[in-house]
């Protein structure tokens, strides 16, 4: 939550922008450079297999004494891990016997400023021990850890500490448990589900709409949740993303900026053309999930991102999600 | 609903009406027979960005005399911090802007609902000047000097 008042500095190549989380709500929309855009050796393979894909959100407390130059024995140790856990009797798969091979790689360029630490991925890829020799590792479940501009994070935590305030994760929750409860035990950390609240949604779905997009780009989606029905009514409204990129281009007074008022003002809109044709508050229902080209969001914490463009935005707000989970 | 019968319930030695209405103004048809009105709560639903709205309208309605003291907004539903639909300090600036205090409950848990009830219960009793040497108008003023902090 928000406890007081809140500043949050991002810094840039020369200047600082300040958000005040208590007065006047204000979000930087216009990612600062960061290192991922702007290291020449970024390759589109790298980041390819974040973008298209459900990931399940999670804030991260910082871990303690983990050393990057120890990959190696890391997945050796969860590998081992799993196995044994498996023996216990916690079978993840029913059937066929499978191998879980572990692979922990440092992703260098994976996040926005010098001073957030490099992303951490964790892969789990199995070889079934009946096929040939020439079968290849089949990918069953990735997850990883990252920081973008979470530096005000950082900033006041101790020398052994490694901040990776969000983690995302794609595959069998199964899995997710059994590599989370390696990481809490081995590390001390606490990783918890980041629930999206309908408000930070909704300043998602305005500044996604807002993103300008050089191909054509599907329709932006809002999904709401009827509350105190017998039976559960889901509303799904959908806005052509040039009448939503318009409506947010008439409300957003500065560049590069966006405050609660001008999210709230879109909102509003969007609700009352609503009202207009249905008869229907869409304000008295909860917003569940919002679509874009850019990306979307699930208030359970699932997230897919879509454009390559914007993903350090999309992280940067997730991170600071985490990060206020975690405070 | 609860809330009013917890308050009816809560010990104390004067009468207590307790009329609610999901929006203002008024049915004007009851004016004459309505008693004097010594405290309105605006109950605004966190989950709710409609219940906003409404209260927002409705303050139209009130009449000035009654912004020194007898008006407080009652935010519901805090403790689900996921659900959340409204922005807080949205509604710390309209408790400013009507120099009313804004009160942050959950009336799903018994407990907090009753002492929700107790708080009510005592401001009112201010209210109604019922306590001698404090008015409604202490409200007020303790909201400035909240402020000046």
């Known amino acids: 939550g928000q406890k007081g008042k809140k500043k949050i500095k991002l810094k840039t190549v020369g200047q600082r922008y300040f958000i005040d989380g208590q007065r006047e709500k204000k979000k930087q929309c216009d990612y600062p450079p960061c290192l991922l855009t702007h290291c020449e050796s970024v390759d589109a393979q790298k980041i390819a297999f974040l973008l298209r894909k459900a990931w399940t959100l999670y804030s991260v407390t910082p871990l303690f004494r983990f050393h990057r130059a120890r990959l190696t024995e890391y997945a050796r140790l969860l590998s081992a891990f799993i196995a044994a856990e498996k023996r216990k009797g916690l079978a993840v798969e029913v059937g ?31 070889r079934s021990q009946a096929s040939s020799r020439n079968s290849e590792d089949k990918l ?81 989606e809002l999904v709401f949740s009827v509350p105190c029905l017998s039976q559960p009514l889901d509303i799904s409204y959908a806005i052509h993303p040039e009448d939503a990129k318009a409506l947010w281009d008439t409300v957003q007074k500065t560049p590069g ?66 990060i206020s989970q975690i405070q | 609903q609860k809330l009013a019968e917890a308050i009816l319930q809560e010990k104390k030695d004067f009468n207590i009406s307790i009329h609610l209405a999901r929006s203002l103004p008024l049915p004007s048809e009851r004016d004459h027979l309505r008693p004097r009105i010594d405290l309105i709560v605006f109950m605004i639903d966190i989950k709710s960005k409609y219940s906003l709205k409404n209260v927002e309208t409705s303050l139209a309605y009130v009449d000035a005399s009654f912004f020194l003291g007898k008006v407080c907004f009652l935010v519901t539903g805090v403790g689900r911090v996921n659900a959340c639909s409204i922005d807080t300090n949205a509604v710390c600036k309209l408790g400013e802007a009507y120099c009313s205090p804004v009160l942050f409950c959950e009336l799903e848990l018994e407990g907090v609902r009753g002492a929700t009830a107790q708080r009510l219960l005592r401001i009112l009793q201010i209210c109604a000047g019922h306590i001698p040497g404090v008015s409604a108008l202490s409200f007020v003023s303790l909201m400035r000097k909240s402020d000046v902090d």
């Open chain 1, 96 to 126: 066929v016997e499978l191998d879980i091979k572990v692979a922990l790689t440092s992703l260098a360029d994976l996040r926005g400023s010098e001073l957030d630490q490099a992303a951490l991925l964790v892969q789990l890829s199995s």
């Open chain 1, 140 to 220: 069953v479940w990735s997850g990883w850890f990252c920081s973008m501009f979470g530096d005000d994070f950082s900033e006041n935590v101790l020398e052994d500490f490694t901040c990776l305030p969000l983690f995302l994760s794609h595959g069998a929750e199964s899995y997710t448990t059994l590599v989370g409860s390696w990481f809490q035990k081995t590390f001390d950390c606490c990783f918890r589900r980041l629930a999206i609240s309908p408000l930070n949604l909704s300043w998602m779905v305005a500044m996604w709409a807002g993103c300008k997009l050089d191909r054509a780009a599907s329709a932006v």
């Open chain 1, 257 to 322: 900026e966006i405050t609660q008022e001008e999210v709230d003002v879109f909102m509003d809109c969007l609700y009352a053309h609503f009202h207009r044709h249905f008869k229907i508050h869409l304000s008295a229902t909860k917003l569940v999930k919002v679509s874009t080209a850019v990306a979307s969001a699930h208030c359970d914490g699932i997230v897919k991102i879509l454009h390559s463009q914007y993903l350090p935005g999309v992280l940067m707000l997730l991170t600071e999600l985490a």
